[in-house]
């Protein structure tokens, strides 16, 4: 319980929600943490946001002169992370305090290299009334169906998974990189609310359905190298799947977080 954390937080014109997601990091009741922010290059104050705190030395801040993608983010901050444990948090997103801790705790008393915990969304400032879940454990076959966890709830032992690098397609490169973890370990769910999801209006998150499922197409035939036909059958298996993942994986809950 004492290894090292690398946090990975792409970042593009979240000024208004950066500090609040750092904030979250910096509560984590396990300390021993880098975080890794790669922005985008940002047109809003951003960076200034930041800078504010680049005084504790765990933070590590890197600005891209040309906006690229949060793939290229993402990969770039994986190649600089040092440390054993990978973790995911965007810089609108947030984390119960024990996060990391918990976390953790459970890959190592299970020697798991591959874990999600479950999750709530907040849209538009309103709690939905579900924490969302997975099933308890994700072979390949089944995130293949579909990405039953969000990013920010992710966590893999590096040691065990290696260095991994996607191809750089704008959107679903976060359900890329766990394409690419899977070869080396299935994920198991840790059943606890750890992560908390922000949507809110002009998140890459709200955008219309035809276009997610085009980046689905995308996502098979440039990311993965599928044939045509065989990423037309998958994007079309994520659309069944991803039904029924909204029906079968959320319990509902009365209480506002």
């Known amino acids: 319980m004492n290894d090292l954390v690398s946090i990975i937080m792409p970042s593009f014109n979240t000024e208004k929600y950066i500090g609040e997601s750092i904030k979250s990091v910096l509560n984590q009741t396990y300390t021993n943490w880098?975080?890794?922010?790669?922005?985008?290059?940002?047109?809003?104050d951003s960076e200034n946001v930041i800078k504010k705190f680049l005084s504790d030395r765990r933070i590590k801040y890197f600005r891209l002169e040309k906006n690229s993608g949060a793939a290229y983010c993402r990969n770039?901050?994986?190649?600089?992370?040092r440390g054993r444990w990978i973790a995911f948090l965007d810089s609108d997103d947030l984390w119960i305090s024990r996060k990391l801790e918990k976390q953790i705790q459970f890959?190592?008393?299970?020697d798991y290299s591959f874990t999600c915990t479950d999750y709530r969304i907040q849209l538009n400032g309103q709690w939905l009334p579900y924490i969302y879940t997975s099933p308890d454990i994700i072979t390949k076959r089944k995130l293949y169906n579909y990405?039953?966890?969000?990013?920010?709830?992710?966590m893999y032992d590096q040691k065990k998974v290696g260095l991994v690098q996607i191809k750089n397609i704008r959107k679903n490169n976060d359900y890329?990189?766990?394409?690419?973890v899977i070869e080396q370990a299935e994920c198991y769910r840790m059943?606890?609310?750890m992560s908390l999801y922000i949507k809110h209006d002009g998140s890459i998150s709200s955008e219309k359905?035809?276009?997610?499922?085009?980046y689905h197409y995308i996502l098979w035939h440039e990311a993965c190298d599928k044939n045509i036909i065989f990423s037309i059958l998958l994007t079309i298996n994520n659309i069944v799947w991803g039904i029924i993942k909204k029906i079968k994986y959320r319990k509902y809950v009365k209480e506002k977080y």
């Open 34 to 44: 880098e975080l890794l922010i790669v922005d985008d290059c940002s047109t809003d």
């Open 76 to 81: 770039m901050a994986l190649r600089k992370a």
């Open 107 to 110: 890959m190592e008393e299970n």
């Open 147 to 154: 990405c039953y966890f969000s990013t920010i709830t992710v």
């Open 176 to 180: 890329a990189l766990w394409l690419k």
């Open 191 to 193: 059943p606890e609310c």
């Open 209 to 214: 359905k035809w276009k997610l499922i085009k």
